[in-house]
T-cell receptor, first 114, second 112 residues
């Protein structure tokens, strides 16, 4: 079945530490890939996106993500986490076609320790 | 530039009542969507539109109705509210559907 999986429900890191959030997808062809962030009580903000080209994409707020076709993965990374990065992070895909709607993973809640 | 505007921000309904959640965007986006967000389940697509006059069902459409008479507006109607519809609702819009969606700030709905 087509799906987006975020295997980590909750991740805790210390401020200044590096971060990697995992995302795997299961689709016949490579979909458009996105990472969104949701701060408490807020809507979702687009961090970065990928469809083709360089497999390492840069986004806003110092985030980057790497696409690995062989692993059907699109993991989000940040070299040094700030306390303001505490939020929920969603991986999402759009499949080419007429609908072009987002399908989301279940999210990863990030806690940042001082 | 307001982006995507959702109203109201909070709403409490009694079981069986109906209401409309409003969504408006000022970016001339063709694609618009409604999602509900429930703990541990991410965001699930309720209904979507790929242009004025064109709507279709998403993953969880039961109990909801939509219309798209203009490019700017995409209201979501709850026909007869049920406690299972207690959720946070998000509206989103996009120019091409593959360039990324812009989200509204959400409506927190409680059905008692």
């Amino acid at each position: 079945a087509q799906s987006v999986t975020q295997p980590d429900i909750h991740i805790t890191v210390s401020e200044g530490a590096s971060l990697e959030l995992r995302c795997n997808y299961s689709y016949g062809a490579t979909p458009y890939l996105f990472w969104y962030v949701q701060s408490p009580g807020q809507g979702l903000q687009l961090l970065l996106k990928y469809f083709s080209g360089d497999t390492l994409v840069q986004g806003i707020k110092g985030f980057e993500a790497e696409f690995k076709r062989s692993q059907s993965s699109f993991n989000l990374r940040k070299p040094s986490v700030h306390w303001s990065d505490a939020a929920e992070y969603f991986c999402a895909v759009v499949v080419s076609g007429s609908a072009r709607q987002l399908t989301f993973g279940s999210g990863t809640q990030l806690t940042v320790l001082p | 530039n307001a982006g995507v505007t959702q109203t109201p921000k909070f709403q409490v309904l009694k079981t069986g009542q109906s209401m409309t959640l409003q969504c408006a965007q000022d970016m001339n986006h063709e694609y618009m969507s409604w999602y509900r967000q429930d703990p541990g389940m991410g965001l699930r697509l309720i209904h979507y539109s790929v242009g004025a006059g064109i709507t279709d069902q998403g993953e969880v459409p039961n109990g909801y109705n939509v219309s798209r008479s203009t490019t700017e507006d995409f209201p979501l109607r709850l026909l007869s509210a049920a406690p299972s519809q207690t959720s946070v609702y998000f509206c989103a819009s996009s120019w091409t559907g593959t360039d990324g969606y812009t989200f509204g700030s959400g409506t927190r709905l409680t059905v008692v």
